[in-house]
């Protein structure tokens, strides 16, 4: 089993930035892929970004020149740092991680609100 903790989330102003961190705990040997995904009231959850064990990132277009994953392979700890931050940003962030390549775990997730 895999835990995860987001933290980090909370109400900004628009244009304000937030870091989100996600650790992971438990049976982290094999710690895969980590990816942040997010929901908004009455839409479907969405991919926002991912990071392979070596590095390899992917981000959504949509928010592809705010946000930035990193991670910290010692720590089990995945980042999501965003910046210029707009009201559509208000959803649930969650935190996924794939162990081994086949089994995935959530986080319980944080809320960001972006404020116009």
């Known amino acids: 089993q895999v835990q995860l903790v987001e933290s980090g989330g909370g109400l900004v102003q628009a244009g304000g930035s937030l870091r989100l961190s996600c650790a992971a705990s438990g049976k982290t040997f094999g710690l895969n892929t980590m990816s942040w995904h997010r929901q908004a009231p009455g839409k479907q959850r969405e991919l926002v970004a991912s990071?392979?064990?070596?590095?390899?990132?992917n981000t959504a277009a949509s928010v592809k020149d705010r946000f930035s994953i990193s991670r910290d392979n010692a720590r089990n700890t995945a980042y999501l740092q965003m910046n210029s931050l707009k009201p559509e940003d208000t959803a649930v962030y969650y935190c996924?991680?794939?162990?081994?390549?086949?089994?995935?775990?959530w986080g319980q997730g944080t809320q960001v609100t972006v404020s116009s």
């Open positions: 996924k991680a794939n162990l081994l390549g086949i089994e995935e775990y």
């Open positions: 990071i392979t064990r070596s590095g390899t990132t």
